[in-house]
């Protein structure tokens, strides 16, 4: 599975929108690029998937790039309840069980 | 629809005793996982299992031992807890989709283990 990279941390004013990157320059063709957010000392909780269109729901918007090699999750209208640690994930669909490979994700702050 | 639940919640365990985590999941799912994680580190998958009577190993199997005897039961066992094995361990489940893709993972609530 490729691996990803995310900054560390970042903070976004409550009601703005939050942008989170992620580096993927090693994915392949058949890799998904999964988000999933980590609430403090909660199990993760899934937020969106792509392969290669940009996606959304009803939580976020997935933008992928063409070359696939990067992506941002959009969170449109933050608030102080989407402070948690985002994690991006590129896996293939099916291989191995599937498994997630965690990185350390972005540490979102979202300030009043 | 209970989700993924995990029992215990907490535990606290003495070098060289032994434990089992019950992890049960109630949406048919055929795909279940075994996750720790440590203070400011993200998940490290554990051990897995792709079906009934199936189990295979993850990143950091050494000292853990799991079970899937039914469909909706997933056993993480430890055999002589170590220090090292203090930890937070989250379960997770998964459904196939079409096309052969897999749906995303429901995380349980995790449980908090201490092993003095």
């Known amino acids: 599975d490729a691996k990803t990279t995310q900054p560390p941390s970042m903070d976004c004013a409550e009601g703005r929108a939050a942008n989170l990157p992620c580096n993927h320059s090693?994915?392949?063709?058949?890799?998904?690029v999964y988000w999933y957010r980590q609430i403090h000392s909660q199990g993760p909780q899934y937020i969106i998937h792509?392969?290669?269109n940009n996606e959304t729901n009803e939580m976020a918007s997935l933008i992928i790039t063409e070359d696939r090699k990067s992506s941002t999750l959009i969170l449109p209208h933050a608030t102080l309840r989407d402070t948690a640690v985002y994690y991006c994930?590129?896996?293939?669909?099916?291989?191995?069980?599937?498994?997630?490979?965690f990185g350390q994700g972005t540490e979102l702050s979202v300030k009043p | 629809n209970a989700g993924v639940t995990q029992t215990p919640k907490f535990r606290v365990l003495k070098t060289g005793q032994s434990m089992t985590l019950l992890c049960a999941q109630d949406?048919?799912?055929?795909?279940m996982y075994w996750y720790r994680q440590d203070p400011g580190m993200g998940l490290r998958l554990i051990h897995y299992?792709?079906?009934?009577?199936?189990?295979a190993k993850g990143e950091v199997p050494d000292g853990y031992n799991v079970s899937r005897l039914k469909k909706q039961n997933f056993l993480l066992g430890l055999e002589s807890a170590a220090p090292s094995q203090t930890s937070v361990y989250f379960c997770?489940?998964?459904?196939?989709?079409?096309?052969?893709?897999?749906?995303?993972?429901?995380f349980g609530p995790g449980t908090r283990l201490t092993v003095t």
């Open positions: 997770a489940s998964s459904h196939t989709l079409l096309a052969g893709n897999l749906g995303e993972q429901y």
């Open positions: 090693t994915i392949s063709g058949n890799e998904y």
């Open positions: 792509g392969l290669k």
């Open positions: 994930i590129v896996r293939v669909a099916r291989n191995q069980g599937g498994k997630l490979i």
């Open positions: 949406m048919n799912h055929e795909y």
């Open positions: 299992s792709v079906g009934e009577g199936t189990t």
